[in-house]
């Protein structure tokens, strides 16, 4: 599944299905934008499985930091 953010609109970011919620697998990066951080990427699995309604899978996957 591809997923495009305001944040970075010349970017593409791919995401992966793991078990019952998505997270960004690969992206394919633009220099015009800035450099994605994990803290982008957190937010940008958070939105994507909102809008799936996957969020609660998302919230309670094991590998979750706390």
């Known amino acids: 599944m591809r997923g495009y953010f305001d944040k970075f609109p010349n970017s593409t970011i791919y995401f992966r299905r793991i078990r019952r919620f998505y997270i960004v697998y690969t992206l394919d990066w633009h220099a015009d934008d ?16 909102r809008e799936l309604g996957r969020e609660r899978e998302y ?3 094991k590998s979750r930091s706390l």
Do not use: A, S, T
């Open 34 to 49: 800035p450099m994605v951080q994990k803290e982008d990427r957190e937010k940008m699995q958070e939105l994507i499985n």
């Open 59 to 61: 919230q309670q996957r």
